[in-house]
Nanobody, 127 residues
């Protein structure tokens, strides 16, 4: 069973950048689609970004397009989320997730499609 662990969260000022990392253990994620989700206090979990297993197809929430970039290094069993031009509304706990089987070529954007989840890392953007 795959275990996921996020890192790289922290406190940053508006306009700053952070790079989140997610390392997988217990198995290779080469054939998995990988997603990033976030949950702010009092709000439901929401999709942020995802990348398919072949690294060629990505999906983003509209509010992060042009600011966030998802990538992966299958050789290192890792996934990244580069976050630039951060805003206070980006403040949330960010989760990494993995899914083995899904329909279509693009990675799923629904959290219900994902099989494995990390514990999350806190991102706080101060105004």
């Amino acid at each position: 069973q795959v275990q996921l662990e996020e890192s790289g969260g922290g406190l940053v000022q508006t306009g700053g950048s952070l790079r989140l990392s997610c390392v997988a253990s217990g198995g290779s994620i080469n054939t998995y689609a990988m997603g990033w989700f976030r949950q702010a206090p009092g709000k439901e979990r929401e999709f942020v970004a995802a990348v398919n297993w072949g690294r060629k197809l990505t999906a983003y929430q509209d509010s992060v397009k042009g600011r966030f970039t998802v990538s992966r290094d299958n050789a290192k069993n890792m996934v990244y989320l580069q976050m630039n031009a951060l805003k206070p509304e980006d403040t949330a706990v960010y989760y990494c997730a993995a899914v083995t089987y899904y329909s279509g070529s693009y990675p799923p954007i629904s959290g219900y499609a994902y099989d494995y989840w990390g514990q999350g890392t806190q991102v706080t953007v101060s105004s």
